[in-house]
């Protein structure tokens, strides 16, 4: 059975910074691709960011690259989403997601609950 959990999430001015956790159980953290999505209001859920197996295998979307870090820490099972410059149109509700494989052509799996990102003055 796999599962995912996310925290990290909170509210933050713009230019903050938040680090986001998604910490996984019932598979090995390299069984498959995890990515980072966010909802935002009037907005389909999107891909933000993924990692392969391999911590050199990542993906950004455009809109957050430079801004953005995905990693992973296979002793504790849990992907992290570093967040940096952090702007208004960052906030949504961010979700973590098992995927076959990264890329907007892979669609989320088994996903977590979600956490809270608030980009506000």
């Known amino acids: 059975q796999v599962e995912l959990v996310e925290s990290g999430g909170g509210l933050v001015q713009p230019g903050g910074s938040l680090r986001l956790s998604c910490a996984v159980s019932?598979?090995?953290?390299?069984?498959?691709?995890i990515g980072w999505f966010r909802q935002a209001p009037g907005i389909e859920r999107e891909g933000v960011a993924c990692i392969t197996g391999s911590p050199k295998s990542t993906y950004l979307v455009e809109s957050v690259k430079g801004r953005f870090t995905i990693s992973r820490d296979n002793r504790k099972k849990t992907v992290y989403l570093q967040m940096n410059s952090l702007k208004p149109e960052d906030t949504a509700i961010y979700y973590c997601?098992?995927?076959?494989?990264?890329?907007?052509?892979?669609?989320?799996?088994?996903w977590g609950r979600g956490t809270q990102v608030t980009v506000s003055s």
């Open positions: 997601a098992t995927q076959t494989a990264c890329g907007a052509g892979f669609p989320g799996l088994s």
């Open positions: 019932g598979f090995a953290l390299d069984y498959y691709a």
